[in-house]
């Protein structure tokens, strides 16, 4: 109960509902997760432990602001833990995976030229966190998939609203995927990782408020 709770909480961060500055209490959790009271208490640990919540004496519970050194820094470390899992994937990522990755991602692109999908957006911002983070996962390192994930958690509460997928920059963010995709399937990986640097790099111009 505890980690189902840990995840329904993980998923309102992610998703943008609990915003950074933001006051909830448990009350709060437990309305939101679906889960109990008790559930709810003992996940709060482990949130503070990774910095995904703050207790405030008297006040309750906040989810913490991030500033701008802290997002490029997430993001350098982003980059060095994803370019790093290149190699690895590239001998333990199964072919049938990258092809279905492959097939997920022109059948979204055929169905954005269709427009025919209004929760394309939505399904594809899940297939694009869970592709990184199986990429990552390929380590085989259980210590560097939670750093992994906890920053990636806080990347998207801190600047949510300009690197989310969105019907008008679904296409970019498709092209750049088929090209590290592409590369990693064929095992070209100094392509691969140029492919996915260079993705990386552009979610890091518009997260600090650039433009492409």
Request: charged share 25%; no cysteine.
């Amino acid at each position: 109960m505890r980690q189902a709770a840990y995840d329904r909480i993980e998923d309102l961060l992610n998703e943008g509902v609990l915003k950074p500055g933001q006051m909830v209490s448990q009350r709060e959790l437990v309305e939101k997760t679906g889960a109990t009271l008790g559930a709810v208490r003992e996940a709060v640990p482990r949130l503070e432990a990774e910095g995904l919540l703050q207790t405030l004496p008297k006040r309750g519970l906040m989810v913490p602001s991030l500033d701008v050194a802290f997002v490029r820094d997430a993001y350098q470390l982003r980059a060095m833990i994803e370019t790093s899992a290149v190699p690895h994937a590239l001998k333990f990522l199964p072919p049938e995976e990258m092809d279905a990755w492959i097939a997920a991602h022109q059948e979204a692109r055929a169905s954005l030229d269709r427009a025919a999908d209004p929760d394309l957006s939505n399904r594809f911002q899940r297939l694009d966190w869970n592709m990184h983070a199986r990429l990552v996962a390929t380590m085989g390192n259980a210590l560097i998939d939670n750093v992994y994930r906890v920053t990636a958690i806080k990347i998207r509460m801190a600047v949510q609203s300009r690197i989310r997928v969105t019907p008008s920059n679904a296409v970019r963010v498709i092209g750049e995927h088929l090209a590290f995709l592409e590369a990693l399937r064929d095992g070209r990986e100094a392509d691969a990782v140029a492919a996915l640097k260079q993705h990386i790099d552009n979610s890091l111009t518009l997260a600090l408020g650039g433009s492409l």
